[in-house]
């Protein structure tokens, strides 16, 4: 008879990922900056309601999408992001 052996598993360490939010509007009009307030409170709400989730922040701009440079919130988010 063959000898088996079993190993059990090891368990999953419970590490909360760490989540931060990025909203964009183009305009500083009425109407984009109550989207910008709505994509705000909907991913905080979303971040903090998942239990393995530490929200880790908020970052926005009201700036044009179709340019990468002025977008100062989001090269801070990649800044903090390279760090860790």
């Not at 989207?35 to 909907?42: D, F, H, R």
């Given at each position: 008879?063959?000898?088996v052996r079993i190993i059990p598993a090891k368990?999953?360490?419970n590490k909360k990922l760490r989540?931060?939010?990025y909203c964009r509007?183009?305009?500083f009009g009425p109407e984009q900056l109550r989207?910008?307030?709505?994509?705000?409170?909907?991913y905080k709400k979303m971040i903090k309601g998942h239990p393995n989730w530490l929200f880790a922040g908020v970052f926005?701009?009201?700036e044009s999408g179709l340019r990468r440079s002025g977008r100062k919130s989001l090269d801070?988010?990649?800044r903090k992001?390279?760090?860790r």
């Open positions: 008879m063959k000898n368990p999953k360490e989540v931060a939010t509007v183009s305009t989207s910008l307030e709505i994509q705000i409170n909907a926005y701009d009201i801070k988010l990649l992001v390279v760090k």
